[in-house]
């Protein structure tokens, strides 16, 4: 229960701090479209302290570069020149004072206070939703898993009960990862998208395989692999994300967590060094000396 209401808070949050952001551009555009264009509010905080106190070209102008770099650097921001020498050149690139321009100016700061404010709010109930996560008895292999970090982790635990599923297709199907057939008479293989799903599971399914296809490892080539196919992202992503649902589930049926080596590698997991040679572990030694051996003319 506590988990579900953790990640309802937060996506509540998150959605505030996408209008605050949109409210804020919207405004800006109407008097300092340049500025707008300069930053990008949703991942700045400098631009969100520079709107805190500076709104308006004449403003930014009568502060003057030494000033402004002063002014952010002591507020903690990090590089507080290239800030600076942003917002001049926007400054400089409007001459033309709009009307309307002080109120304008006004909202703009308190819109830019109300994001700072909820940007603060998500760092302490992203901690909070760490530390409950990590609590939690099946943690480490679900954080284990390429993709799955606290945020998505905690909404997979509070999307269900794994019980609840008789095996993994069950799983899938909950998650809109499984097309659903709508034959009529002779008419068969007519798949469609499922309409009928768990949002929460499906997002948080889809949404780790989307980030596992960042770094090189086994989801790329997977992703790859259905892209060269044919499949279009999105397709290919979703087929991801079932793939990984039947890992998921396997690596909590048996309680290990998720490495890319074989489990024979991973049991016998210390490592032999030879010299003039590189490190390997002992189960490829062993392969190679058996073959070795079967291969030689005195082995019956």
């Known amino acids: 229960m506590g988990d579900a209401v953790l990640t309802a808070g937060r996506s509540g949050l998150v959605a505030d701090r996408v209008q605050l952001i949109n409210r804020l ?6 008097v300092f479209p340049a500025l707008e264009w300069a930053f990008d509010y949703s991942a700045r905080k400098g631009a969100l302290v520079l709107l805190t106190g500076y709104q308006t070209p004449a403003a930014i102008r009568c502060c003057g570069r030494y000033r402004l770099t002063t002014s952010l650097a002591n507020r903690g921001v990090r590089g507080a020149d290239a800030v600076a020498a942003t917002a001049l050149d926007a ?12 109120v304008a100016a006004q909202i703009v700061a308190d819109l830019a206070a109300q994001i700072r404010a909820l940007d603060d709010r998500l760092k302490r109930i992203d901690k909070q939703i760490r530390e409950t996560f990590r609590s939690h008895p099946q943690a480490e292999i679900i954080e284990s898993l390429p993709g799955m970090g606290p945020i998505l982790g905690v909404e997979f635990v509070a999307a269900g009960d ?5 095996d993994v297709g069950h799983l899938a199907s909950a998650a809109g990862l499984v097309p659903v057939p709508r034959d009529s008479g002779c008419r068969t293989g007519n798949l469609h998208r499922p309409k009928r799903c768990s949002c929460r599971l499906r997002r948080v399914l889809y949404m780790s395989a989307q980030t596992s296809i960042i770094r090189e490892g086994p989801n790329w080539d997977f992703y790859l692999k259905k892209r060269g196919e044919g499949c279009k992202h999105v397709q290919a992503v979703i087929a991801l994300a079932r793939r990984r649902a039947s890992v998921l589930w396997a690596l909590l049926r048996v309680g290990r967590v998720f490495t890319p080596a074989l489990p024979v590698t991973q049991r016998l997991g210390f490592v032999i060094e030879t010299p003039g040679a590189t490190t390997a572990t002992c189960s490829s030694l062993l392969t190679s000396s058996s073959t070795a051996r079967s291969s030689s003319p005195g082995t019956t």
């Open 25 to 30: 551009r919207d405004v800006l555009t109407g």
């Open 91 to 102: 400054a400089q690139a409007q001459q033309t004072a709009l009307p309307g321009e002080d």
């Open 162 to 166: 794994l019980s609840a599923y008789v």
